[in-house]
C-alpha cells in the first residue's frame, strides 16, 4: 500500500483503459486524473495518473475551491491553474493507494481509500 497526495491536476476524464484490474470496487466507474503526485515513501514528486471513483474525487476536492470545467474533449480541467493554498490543502490529502501499471517513467495507481 503506497500513500500518495495529489499536487497538480492537468486533467480529470472517464477512464479508458481495459485490462486494468482494479480491486476497490471493480464495477464502479473509475475516473482517471493525470497530474503531479507526491509518493510519501520516496518523498518524490512526479507525474503520474491517479484512478478513483467520482465519490473519492469529491473527498478529495471538498472545501478546496477547485473548479473543474467539462470541455469537448469530454476532460475536466482545472477552471484555472491551482494557487499555492489550493495545491496545499489538495495535497494534505492522504489516498491510499495501489501501485496498478507503469508506462515508461508514469506510474498508476488505484486509490482504496481517502485517509484525509
Not at 16 to 38: A, C, H, M, R, T
Not at 43 to 68: M, P, R, S
Request: proline share 3%; hydrophobic share 35%; aromatic share 6%.
Amino acid at each position: 500500500m503506497n500513500h500518495i497526495h495529489i499536487t497538480g491536476i492537468k486533467y480529470v476524464e472517464m477512464n479508458q483503459n481495459e485490462g486494468l484490474d482494479f480491486k476497490y470496487k471493480p464495477d464502479v466507474p473509475k475516473l482517471q486524473l493525470v497530474g503531479s503526485i507526491l509518493i510519501e515513501e520516496t518523498e518524490e514528486e512526479e507525474q503520474g495518473v491517479v484512478f478513483l471513483t467520482q465519490k473519492q474525487l469529491n473527498q478529495v476536492l471538498v472545501n478546496k475551491e477547485v473548479d473543474l470545467k467539462l470541455t469537448e474533449d469530454e476532460r475536466w480541467y482545472p477552471a484555472k491553474p491551482l494557487t499555492k493554498e489550493q495545491v496545499k490543502k489538495v495535497g494534505l490529502v492522504t489516498l491510499e493507494s495501489e501501485l496498478v501499471a507503469t508506462s515508461g517513467e508514469i506510474k498508476c495507481f488505484e486509490v482504496q481509500k481517502v485517509v484525509s
